[in-house]
């Protein structure tokens, strides 16, 4: 907790903005929530700008209405500048919106109406906010006459603008208020008019019913551009008398826009002629309400704008005659007398070396001359084809051999010393010592004509085991092979074999097969029967 002053005391902050933090405060005597405002120090510790505030401060505590953040004190504490303000419970029209979507048209109407009110009371008292943006209106909670809760809008932060219009800071940002809601004279720097606050409602208005503001960019100039030369687009959700209204607040010119009185009294007409429970009547008394939006005849000014024409100037003031000693730097400028005028080199003598010296063509000079010379077109012309690069071939000169010296030195035979005087390691001879780097020499073109192509080499034909290609061939060579064999193998077993015998008798494969074994068996027994008996005999 941080006092600020002799009556308040700081609890927590409730938002930061642009131009400084507002802080859940607490009345020391009497324990009341208050919401207190800390400007920024740039603000803050600049004399003049708190003795402009000083000045408006009776006009913002007396500014009284049920829309408007009531402005209770001013507190001035050193390096502190700050603002008291009753405390609005409820999140701002900003924050509300991005959380809960678009208004519908008839809420649109009927929350601009609220604000169209205030303005319309602080533009009676000579007081213009001129940065209208839904991040400056709070939404209170209050108690309807049904007893259900309703939404009551608040207008804050007026006088803001009156800061920000101070000399030290609209160096840095050229303009006052926030550029997607900035009128199009403020963005110029022409006189401003409670004008403004009616173009700000138009913007407020769009942005409630679309969810965005009607002119977006990349940047502030490219958003400031688009206030001052385009006009918005009509979304298709809008009905046509609350887009009348719109356009109307809208208008380039400041003339044409309506007063903030006449804009609040068209709103609530808009808004009982489009409601799904509208009458005829009231339908079309909204189709007619252009005839409601007039403009301020005396619209509210905003005072001490320095608008300084361009031809005017202030004279120059001359210093007295005073010692050095008291020479100010930020004093005005002081005129020389008539004995100190400029002075004059004398005239350079025509021999000089720099009157010999012609001055060359200007740099811009000679990059106009070079862009000019790239941007002629190409001319087509005959070109000799000894002068063609493309048909000549480079020839690089041969690199020069030894000198006859050279060649004479390794001609001759180095005698060697006896075995005995010899050294035990030998040192390689001295080899001279070429360049790492070669400097390369210069080639010489000169057209050449292509040697003539050798003829091609015949090489012997070799004789192929396959001169026909037919595809797949070696497989079917292979089968055809294994086919032939088993032929060969079948005609032999036929002719030679019991095979043919067989098929002849009709006996069966088994009855062939054990008489042909016994068969054997039985020549078999025989050869041995015969030889066994044939040896005791004979003996």
Known sequence: MRPVGSKYVLEEPLGRGATGTV??????????????????????????????????????????????????????????????????????????????????????????????????????????????????????????????????????????????????????????????????????????????????????????????????????????????????????????PLWTVIERCLRKKPDERPSAENLARALRVVAAGVGVHATPAAAEAALGVAALLGPDPEPATVPDQQLVPPDAADPTQVLSQQSPRSYDPNAATSVLSAGDGTRVMPPMPDGSPQSAQPQGPHPWESQLNAARHRAEQTEVQYLDPNQDPLRRRPRRQPQPGPSAAQQQAYAQPQQQPPAHQQPRYQQPPPQQQQPRYQQPQPQRYEPQRPPPEPAPRREPRRRSANPVKIPGLGCLKGCMTVILVLVVIFLLAWYVGPLQDWFNTGKGLWDSVTGWVSSAWHWVSTINNATNGGGPGGQ
Do not use: C
């Not at 001013?74 to 959380?99: K, N």
């Not at 991040?135 to 007026?158: E, I, K, R, Y």
């Open 23 to 240: 802080w859940r405060s607490q009345v020391r005597d009497t324990g009341e929530s208050v919401a207190i405002k800390v400007l920024k120090e740039e603000l803050a510790s600049d004399p003049d700008i708190v003795m402009r505030f000083l000045r408006e401060r009776s006009v913002l505590v007396r500014l009284t209405h049920p829309h408007i953040v009531k402005v209770r004190d001013l507190v001035v504490e050193g390096d502190l500048l700050a603002l008291v303000m009753d405390l609005v419970d409820g999140p701002d029209l900003y924050r509300y919106l991005r959380e809960n979507g678009p208004f519908s048209p008839v809420g649109t109407a009927l929350l601009t109406a609220a604000v169209a009110d205030a303005l319309a009371t602080s533009h009676a008292d000579g007081v213009v906010h001129r940065d209208l943006k839904p991040a400056n209106v709070l939404l209170a909670t209050v108690t309807g006459a049904d007893g259900s809760p309703q939404m009551h809008p608040m207008l804050t932060d007026f006088g803001i603008a009156r800061l920000a219009d101070s000399p030290g800071v609209t160096r840095t940002h050229e303009f006052v208020g926030t550029p997607a809601y900035i009128a199009p004279e403020s963005a110029q720097g022409l006189p401003q008019t409670s004008a403004v606050d009616v173009y700000g409602a138009g913007i407020l208005m769009y942005e409630l019913l679309t969810g965005h503001a009607p002119f977006r960019g990349e940047s502030a100039i490219e958003v400031l551009h688009q206030h001052l030369s385009e006009e918005p687009r009509r979304p298709s959700t809008v009905p046509e």
